[in-house]
Nanobody
Framework: QVQLVESGGGSVQAGGALRLSCVAS????????MGWFRQAPGKEREGIALIDGYGSTSYKDSVKGRFTISQDNAKRTLYLQMNSLNPEDTGMYYC?????????????????????WGQGTQVTVSS
């Protein structure tokens, strides 16, 4: 059974930091395109950070310079380090994996390319 399990969310004040983790199980964790998505209340789920199978990363402009996506293949874990958080970062955060692709494409900023999703972890940033 394939599972992606996120953790690390919570409530912080503006300017604070959190590190999200996403542990994969039930499939061969290898060189795949993976992403972190965010869904704010009343809004669509949006891609905010991608990492390809060889560690190349890309970010949505609104998080660039503040968030860092990384992975530890030995631990089957994807991370999102989030610094300088602001209230606009509030939302449910999801990790996703596309085991069919090593390299991420423009289409991976949307949701349809991903086969596996986690259940989400809530991040709330207060001003």
């Amino acid at each position: 059974q394939v599972q992606l399990v996120e953790s690390g969310g919570g409530s912080v004040q503006a300017g604070g930091a959190l590190r999200l983790s996403c542990v994969a199980s039930g499939y061969t964790y290898s060189r795949y395109c993976m992403g972190w998505f965010r869904q704010a209340p009343g809004k669509e789920r949006e891609g905010i950070a991608l990492i390809d199978g060889y560690g190349s990363t890309s970010y949505k402009d609104s998080v660039k310079g503040r968030f860092t996506i990384s992975q530890d293949n030995a631990k089957r874990t994807l991370y999102l380090q989030m610094n300088s958080l602001n209230p606009e970062d509030t939302g449910m955060y999801y990790c996703a994996a596309d085991p069919g692709r090593t390299y991420c494409t423009g289409g991976h900023w949307g949701t349809v390319r991903y086969l596996y999703w986690g259940q989400g972890t809530q991040v709330t940033v207060s001003s």
